[in-house]
């Protein structure tokens, strides 16, 4: 079974070892920020469907930023 995942995973495998780790932890919190700002492109009945109020802390793109923040901090400096 290793053989055979080895077989299929071989070239993705040593592509991403080929990736710095520096750079790997960038690209990574590229992706965390891409995420949380995709939520911006959600429209904004969407967003606030079900909600009694459209009250700033009712706005889930807003919520999708604070809990990646966290990540982005830790991925970015911390290491």
Do not use: N
Not at 9 to 15: E, H, K, L, T, V
Not at 17 to 34: D, H, T
Not at 47 to 72: E, K
């Amino acid at each position: 079974m290793k053989e055979l995942l080895q077989g299929v995973f071989g070239g993705f495998d040593a592509m991403l070892l080929a990736i710095p780790l520096a750079a790997a932890r960038w690209i990574l919190v590229a992706f965390f920020v891409a995420a949380a700002g995709a939520s911006f492109l959600l429209p904004r009945e969407f967003i606030f469907r079900g909600a009694p109020d459209q009250r700033w802390y009712r706005d889930l793109r807003w919520w999708a930023i604070g809990v990646t923040v966290p990540y982005v901090l830790i991925y970015a400096f911390v290491g």
